[in-house]
């Protein structure tokens, strides 16, 4: 098998774990519970609803349905008719066609750490060779002089999680009730390419690079404040920006797509970046207009489809 080995063996691990009889005489809702399940004939994945071919294997990630919709007019159907759509019945919307010359898909996810999960895992499962996937997303950011409607690209990604056993007394009284994880990177090539087509496209003032802070919540792990919970999160921030003073963007989705990546096998088969939308500053409280959010969303979501049209897999 070659150079193939590692691909041809996990697509046969994949296939053995899915394909596991049924027990008793009626078929079961779906296959293969301790590995990626798969539902139906043909088998589709249990959440994004998509089977073995739907989905390419260049992939811009969003979070909001109208988000996808948007880019869907950039990308043009593979052969007559009109492009593929899939919307799954667990809140998952993709796009397939062509941009550029290559097959290009466009998903949304919702938000948060375990909807990246479930994209990146079962993508996997349905796409036959390497993969790259950036992600368009919103975000709050950190530093005051970011202003509101450029778009900022990730050069590392840390997660910050609520920790639970802090709040129900189990754990040693020194315990903090947050978390601030090291740095997960970027692929390095696609990062470089993410943000000169950016920057091609809106303008050097209009882009930012640095640190993420990815949150495994929108309120208590981003710092916001809700006096109907104990959350103890009022120095949250400055302990982030203590340990990551360059950190600009503050989401939910990052952390978990840059370190998927990196553990996807074989190695270096899935290759990742990531720019956000700043819709809101924190330390001024200014939020971004609907014009210019849409601009950011339009004029760098193409940007980023061109980037991946361009990368060489």
């Given amino acids: 098998m070659g150079d193939n080995e590692p691909e041809a063996k996990r697509r046969k691990a994949l296939t053995r774990l899915n394909s596991q009889a049924c027990i008793g005489e009626k078929k079961s809702v779906y296959e293969g519970t301790n590995a990626v399940p798969r539902s139906g004939t043909p088998g589709r994945v249990l959440h994004l609803g998509l089977t073995d071919g739907e989905i390419a294997n260049r992939v811009i990630v969003v979070g909001h349905h109208t988000r996808a919709e948007l880019l869907s007019q950039f990308l043009q159907p593979e052969d007559s008719g009109s492009l593929f759509k899939l919307a799954s019945d667990r809140g998952f919307l993709t796009y397939t066609g062509k941009f550029g010359g290559e097959r290009l898909s466009v998903v949304s996810i919702g938000?948060?750490?375990?909807?990246?999960?479930?994209?990146?895992?079962?993508?996997?499962?349905?796409?036959?060779?390497?993969?790259?996937?950036?992600?368009?997303?919103?975000?709050?950011?950190?530093?005051?002089?970011?202003k509101v409607g450029n778009v900022s690209v990730a050069d590392g990604s840390a997660l910050v999680q609520r920790n639970y056993s802090h709040f129900d007394s189990s754990s040693p009284a020194h315990a903090q009730p947050y978390t601030i994880s090291e740095l997960c990177l970027p692929d390095s090539e696609l990062n470089s390419s993410v943000v000169s087509a950016l920057q091609k496209a809106m303008g050097s003032d209009k882009v930012n690079e640095g640190t993420n802070i990815t949150a495994d919540s929108f309120y208590s792990?981003?710092?916001?404040?809700?006096?109907?919970?104990n959350d103890e999160n009022d120095r949250l921030i400055s302990e982030v920006l203590k340990k990551y003073p360059k950190a600009i963007t503050m989401e939910m989705e990052t952390f978990q797509l840059f370190h998927l990546a990196r553990s996807c096998l074989p190695k270096g088969s899935m290759r990742a970046a990531a720019a956000v939308v700043n819709v809101a500053n924190r330390p001024t409280g200014e939020v971004v207009g609907e014009e210019a959010l849409r601009f950011a969303e339009s004029e760098g979501g193409k940007a980023l489809m061109k980037a991946l049209a361009e990368l060489r897999l």
């Fill in 221 to 229: 792990s981003q710092g916001r404040f809700d006096p109907s919970f």
């Fill in 111 to 146: 938000m948060g750490l375990a909807m990246m999960d479930f994209f990146l895992r079962e993508a996997r499962a349905v796409v036959a060779g390497p993969m790259a996937v950036v992600r368009l997303g919103t975000c709050g950011c950190l530093q005051e002089s970011v």
